[in-house]
């Protein structure tokens, strides 16, 4: 059935935004990772500092890219479930030529 499909299809979505607003459900190793190094980057040594800060902007750079494109999977994924879903809709209220189809019993 269409309405299984669609709620399995999203599951995941509804699951980790089904929590408190507030209440955070996503670990990830590598933002922890960076956390790490951001507390090097406040060394009193400048030459540590600095060469900690280096180091932390590269790693940020590819965390942040990692993320974008798990979020832009997961975007693609619900547009191609709500694109299936709505062409199924879209032939229950149109016919062959496009046209709005409604019950005969209907005076406009």
Known sequence: ML?????QALKKIVDLRGSH???WR????????LTGISLYTRMPARKIQKA?????ESEYRKIRKQW?????RGI?????VVDSYFDEVF??????KG??????????
């Open 52 to 56: 900690f800060t280096a180091y932390y």
């Open 76 to 80: 693609e994924g619900s547009q191609k």
């Open 3 to 7: 309405e299984d499909y669609v709620v």
């Open 21 to 23: 607003v507030h209440q």
């Open 91 to 96: 032939k229950l209220i149109f016919d062959d």
């Open 26 to 33: 996503l670990s990830d190793n590598q933002i922890d990772r």
């Open 68 to 72: 974008r494109e798990w979020v832009a």
């Open 99 to 108: 046209k709005l189809v409604y019950p005969a019993n209907l005076k406009f």
